[in-house]
């Protein structure tokens, strides 16, 4: 459960989605029958009647993580607008994980998780701590049933479960669509209900303990619950919008068991660790809006914006862009994709601690993902029409990269000791994929 | 039944959403455009889930554009 480059579909494109989709699907349902049916939608041969998505993606970080995933998806649309869908996913990770701890003008020694000595490792003065040894393997399943209740409603309901080395996870969900004004607008709302359960390698610390403790706890368990209403309109004949509101809760053990954070003197000397201490409850407020547009018969676009809020008083912005160019009659097409992020710090976040005092709040972490930061993605996708497996018209293979990076804003002023180290070095990562849809 | 502000302001909302898209839409015969696979909002599935939880383990938000939460102990 520690920190992972989660390259994972294992968080299926929700329920909510899917029904939006569908019913955009159907509404559009006789022109796209006639000539421009996708890849996907082959009907007989091999898993006769059902689509098949599949990918290998392998993602790599500058020094730190790397992970290889492959990833497959099928689903089947029945003649009366029902539909099911499965996946599955793999994950295999390994590398070197930051543990949250500062750099420092001197060596440290962090004993592993396990307490093994074989695990214990020392990070040169300088560097920025991170475990060598961690490595985690995930496999994930999930699966969603659409179901048409009259001409112009259809719910929806699935469900996912995950396993880990040290965590477990089952959500189920279930979604409401309901379209009108001739099927140009698309009213929906969602809610899933999601139960985790954390079992840490070397057992649960307590927040805010020290790392040489060995007081630990059993295992814990988190669980979120969420709503997403949405509505989707077409706008014109090549503009559809979408907009969306969505709250989510999750409650329990919501801390990283593997990150802490160094507590230095007034001096900048690293004096000692203390495991991190997050709040027990969080309520995440989000509103996405996407348009797709199509300007020509070769170029489209789709862009989407996002706002969120929580209640530990992380903001932030998303932007991101995709840019389709098509040629050949459609049957390859190029797409750059752009993404701008941004986030604000959480209340309790803070590189490390002073002496032994804590922050006003109680809480702590110095996990950077809970830091103030910008990110961009800049990503490009080649994909190529082939022809058909056994009885299908037609298959698609794809390739596609992106290179990912974050910057980090200082966010504290710091002992002139520690003045010159990377301490807040940012992340620098890659994805590479290829799929094959039939 | 009493509609407190907030009620009111609701109501007012969706009843302009719901007049103002009554406005707009293509009818059956034009939805060739929106036909195409890059107009569907699930256009490329696989993609935007695996870069989804690329995203939800390296930055404090997620969801938006479909539920949040992980399924996974990377955050």
């Not at chain 1, 969900?173 to 070397?202: C, Q, V, Y």
């Not at chain 1, 201490?277 to 914006?305: F, G, H, I, M």
């Not at chain 2, 302009?16 to 015969?29: E, F, H, I, M």
């Not at chain 2, 599935?45 to 695996?50: E, G, K, R, S, V």
Request: glycine share 8%; charged share 20%.
């Amino acid at each position: 459960m520690q920190l992972k480059p989660k390259v994972s579909p294992g968080q299926p494109t929700s329920t909510r989605r899917r029904l939006m989709a569908a019913s955009c699907a159907l509404l559009s349902a006789g022109a796209a029958r006639s000539q421009e049916s996708s890849a996907a939608r082959a009907h007989s041969g091999l898993l006769e009647d059902w689509s098949v998505d599949s990918a290998l993606a392998y993602y790599h970080e500058d020094g730190r993580v790397q992970a290889i995933e492959p990833v497959v998806d099928v689903s089947k649309v029945f003649a009366d607008g029902e539909s099911l869908n499965f996946n599955a996913t793999f994950d295999a990770l390994s590398g070197a994980s930051p543990n949250g701890a500062l750099p420092s003008r001197s060596p440290q020694t962090f004993a592993g998780p396990s307490g093994k000595a074989a695990h214990a490792y020392t990070i040169a003065p300088g560097q920025l701590p991170a475990d060598p040894h961690y490595h985690d393997t995930r496999v994930a399943a999930g699966g969603n049933w659409t179901l048409p209740l009259t001409r112009v409603d259809n719910l929806s309901v699935g469900g996912k479960f995950s396993a880990e080395d040290d965590f477990i996870s089952a959500t189920v969900n279930a979604a409401i669509a309901h379209d009108f004004n001739d099927k140009n607008t698309t009213l929906s709302f969602g809610i899933f209900n999601e139960f985790d359960s954390l079992h840490p390698i070397g057992n649960t610390p307590v927040p805010g303990g020290d790392i040489t403790s060995l007081v630990r706890t059993s295992g814990k368990t988190k669980d979120g619950v969420g709503a997403l209403l949405g509505i989707t309109q077409v706008i014109t004949r090549n503009w559809l919008t979408e907009f969306n509101l969505s709250v989510d809760r999750f409650t329990g053990y919501l801390n990283d068991p593997y990150k802490f954070t160094s507590i230095i003197d007034s001096g900048g000397n690293t004096t000692g660790y203390e495991y991190e201490s997050r709040p027990d409850q969080r309520t995440r407020k989000s509103a996405y809006w996407e348009n797709r547009v199509a300007w020509t018969a070769q170029l489209s676009t789709a862009l989407s914006l996002r706002y969120m809020s929580d209640d530990w008083s992380v903001r932030s912005d998303t932007a991101q862009l995709h840019l389709r160019w098509s040629w050949s009659n459609r049957e390859r097409y190029i797409e750059p994709t752009f993404r701008w992020y941004r986030q604000t710090a959480a209340d309790f976040y803070t590189p490390f601690i002073i002496d032994t005092a804590k922050q006003s709040t109680g809480f702590e972490s110095a996990d950077s993902r809970l830091g103030a930061f910008r990110a961009l993605t800049y990503g490009v996708k080649y994909a190529q029409k082939l022809p058909g497996l056994g009885s299908r018209a037609e298959s698609e293979f794809s390739v596609r990269a992106e290179y990912y990076q974050q910057t980090f804003n200082e966010q504290v002023s710091v002992p002139a000791s520690l003045q010159g180290l990377d301490l807040y070095p940012g992340l620098k990562a890659i994805l590479v994929q290829i799929g094959y849809r039939f | 039944m009493k509609l407190g502000r907030s009620g009111l302001l609701c109501l007012m909302a969706g009843t302009l959403l719901v007049s103002g898209c009554s406005s707009l839409g293509v009818k059956p015969w034009q939805r060739d455009v929106l036909a195409r696979e890059e107009m569907r909002l699930d256009a490329n599935p696989l993609d935007a889930a695996i870069d989804d939880h690329l995203y939800f383990s390296k930055e404090a938000s997620s969801g938006g554009r479909s539920f949040a939460g992980g399924g996974c102990g990377c955050n």
